[in-house]
């Protein structure tokens, strides 16, 4: 009875949903004043852009790497006061989703951790540029990941196993 009990709990944990971050670490990361030192100089009355992407990537067994990319762009009136972007990855373990669950948790929930370690590295790489700190947002990574399902869905494409 024992032994048939521990193999039906074996069972069991062998088929239960897993999630465990195995890893976090800066992939790339690059930082461009190209009107330094005149932009010191200058009254600051910077104007910035974000863009954000996140990818992923299978590795071996239940094993997976998502990459959040943010690249920022400040201008100061017409000129770049300063370009700066991070990659920053994180290895994850997922296993026993089903397709829906598996998407979301790589197109939302693993960026939702990567994010604050991309906005401290991104704040670290601008001050020691010598410009103000920019502390960026909080982003809804579940609201975007739905909107890219709809835009999806309204142009008739077939999401990626990744984003259905």
Sequence with gaps: MTDQANTAAANETDTAPQFSLQR??????????????????????????LDLNTRQKGLEGD????????????????EVAFIAEVQQAGIFLIANLDDASMSHTLGAFCPNILFPYAREALDS??????????????????????????????SGETPAPSLQ
């Design 24 to 49: 976090i670490y800066v992939r790339d990361l690059s930082f461009e004043a190209p009107k330094s030192p005149a932009i010191f100089r200058q009254a600051w009355e910077p104007s910035v852009a």
């Design 63 to 78: 094993f997976h790497e998502v990459v959040l990319t943010l690249s920022v762009t400040v201008k100061n009136g017409d």
């Design 125 to 154: 790489l601008v001050t020691r540029g010598s410009f103000p700190a920019l502390m960026l947002a909080p982003v809804n990574f579940d609201a975007l990941y739905a909107q890219e399902l709809q835009r999806m869905q309204d």
